[in-house]
Nanobody, 122 residues
Framework: QLQASGGGLVQPGGSLRLSCAAS????????VGWFRQAPGKEREFVAA????????MYSDSVKGRFTISRDYAKNTVYLQMISLKPEDTAVYYC?????????????????WGQGTLVTVSS
């Protein structure tokens, strides 16, 4: 089971750190990705990290502002978000994939968290 947390209301230009924690299983054998879904829009890829944590990938819209990382001891994957914009407002979901390399495709992921809401507004 995956648990996403850390969402909230933040002003434009602000920062948030999202967490995705796994219970009942270890993240060590999974690539992990973050996706988001804005109101009225389809879920879209945000970032992914390989099983070994050595390689990451980002969507063009967040590259340079978001950083994905993982803490094996805490069995948690993080998404650090800075310079937030109103268009980053969405429910953010984390997914775990039984593969080595992260993926931008939702179909690659086997497990999903429940989502955490990020609202960027003044």
């Amino acid at each position: 089971q995956l648990q996403a947390s850390g969402g909230g209301l933040v002003q434009p230009g602000g920062s948030l750190r999202l967490s995705c924690a796994a219970s009942g299983r270890t993240f060590n054998n999974y690539a992990v990705g973050w996706f988001r879904q804005a109101p009225g829009k389809e879920r879209e890829f945000v970032a992914a990290i390989n099983r070994d944590g050595l390689d990451t990938m980002y969507s063009d819209s967040v590259k340079g502002r978001f950083t994905i990382s993982r803490d094996y001891a805490k069995n948690t994957v993080y998404l650090q978000m800075i310079s937030l914009k109103p268009e980053d407002t969405a429910v953010y979901y984390c997914g775990a994939a039984r593969r080595y390399i992260g993926s931008s495709s939702m179909t690659s992921y086997d497990y999903w968290g429940q989502g955490t809401l990020v609202t960027v507004s003044s």
